[in-house]
Every structure is written in structure tokens, then in C-alpha cells.
Nanobody, 127 residues
Framework: QVQLKESGGGLVQAGDSLRLSCASS????????MGWFRQAPGKEREFVAV????????DYTDHVKGRFTISRDNAKNTVNLQMNSLKPEDTAVYYC????????????????????WGQGTQVTVSS
């Protein structure tokens, strides 16, 4: 079992930056693809960014490409999401997820492929 805990959310103004972190415990997460997803009020959970288990491959939704950067440190069992040039439409609860049912599987955009989830951290961007 992989336990995930997010941190780093908060209230910022448009144009500001935030860095989200996800710490894993329990079974090591280094063998699993990891991702960040978000859910705004009244909307479905959506893909934001994912990273392969080795960290060499990343994928981003077009909505954040060029502004957000996902990275991982397998030695520390952490995954980070650097968010720059934040916009009000980035406001959501951000969730960290691990594709923990399949070791060494590729990172995907489908939230249904991720078996382990954190509790989420709120990001609010004011205009």
C-alpha cells in the first residue's frame, strides 16, 4: 500500500507561483508512474501532469503546458509540481496519485489507472 500526502497549496494572486509536493510512505513509490490531477467545484477530476517511474518522461495537459513542471526524486519518495504564472482557472483541489497497481507501467492521463491517491491540497488563485 502506498500512502500519499500533498502539501504546498494556498491562496495566491494571478501570476504568482506555487510548488506542490507529494510525499509517499509505505510501499516505495519509485516503481510507479505518478501524477497530479485536479478537481474544481462542480467539475470532474482532470489530468494535470504525469511523470514516468524513472522520471524521464512527462506529460502535461495543454492548459498548463509551459507553466507547470512535474518532477520526482525517487531517493526521497517525493513528486513535485512547480506551478508558475498561475491563473484563476487553475483554482482547484490538487491530488497526487500513484499508478501503484502496476509496477513499471507507463504514465497515463486516465485517473482510473491510478490506484493510490492523496487527500488533496487546495489551490486558489485570485484575479
Amino acid at each position: 500500500q502506498v500512502q500519499l500526502k500533498e502539501s504546498g497549496g494556498g491562496l495566491v494572486q494571478a501570476g504568482d507561483s506555487l510548488r506542490l509536493s507529494c510525499a509517499s510512505s509505505g510501499r516505495t513509490s519509485s516503481a510507479y508512474a505518478m501524477g497530479w490531477f485536479r478537481q474544481a467545484p462542480g467539475k470532474e477530476r482532470e489530468f494535470v501532469a504525469v511523470v514516468s517511474w524513472r522520471g524521464g518522461k512527462t506529460d502535461y495537459t495543454d492548459h498548463v503546458k509551459g507553466r507547470f513542471t512535474i518532477s520526482r526524486d525517487n531517493a526521497k519518495n517525493t513528486v513535485n509540481l512547480q506551478m508558475n504564472s498561475l491563473k484563476p482557472e487553475d483554482t482547484a483541489v490538487y491530488y497526487c496519485a500513484a499508478r501503484s497497481a502496476f509496477a513499471f507501467a507507463p504514465a497515463t492521463r486516465d485517473p482510473g489507472d491510478y490506484a493510490s491517491w492523496g487527500q488533496g491540497t487546495q489551490v486558489t488563485v485570485s484575479s
